[in-house]
């Protein structure tokens, strides 16, 4: 069983930015592939972006060239740099941590608001 605890969440204004962390529990970390998805009010959650085992980064198309994906594996730890934050960038944000398509483990959520 993995754990995965999500933070830096909050309110920011429009342009702004967040960055947001995942801390993964045990010592595999560093094999797992790792996501972030949102979930906006009354939508589906979407993937954001997501990192594989060995680096490679791919992103929804709503956030290319605003937001970056990146792992720490000495720290076990994904990060999301969000940068020109928008309202549409509103939603409760998990992180996922994935062994292989039906072996995941997902985080608590971490809520982002983007408002004036």
């Known amino acids: 069983q993995v754990q995965l605890v999500e933070s830096g969440g909050g309110l920011v204004q429009p342009g702004g930015s967040l960055r947001l962390s995942c801390v993964a529990s045990g010592t595999i970390f560093s094999i797992m592939d790792m996501g972030w998805y949102r979930q906006a009010p009354g939508k589906q959650r979407e993937l954001v972006a997501g990192i594989t085992s060995g680096g490679s980064t791919n992103y929804g198309s709503s956030v290319k060239g605003r937001f970056t994906i990146s792992r720490d594996n000495a720290k076990n730890t994904v990060y999301l740099q969000m940068d020109h934050l928008q309202p549409v960038d509103t939603g409760v944000y998990y992180c996922?941590?994935?062994?292989?398509?039906?072996?995941?483990?997902w985080g608590q959520g971490t809520q982002v608001t983007v408002s004036s």
């Open positions: 996922n941590a994935k062994l292989a398509p039906s072996y995941d483990f």
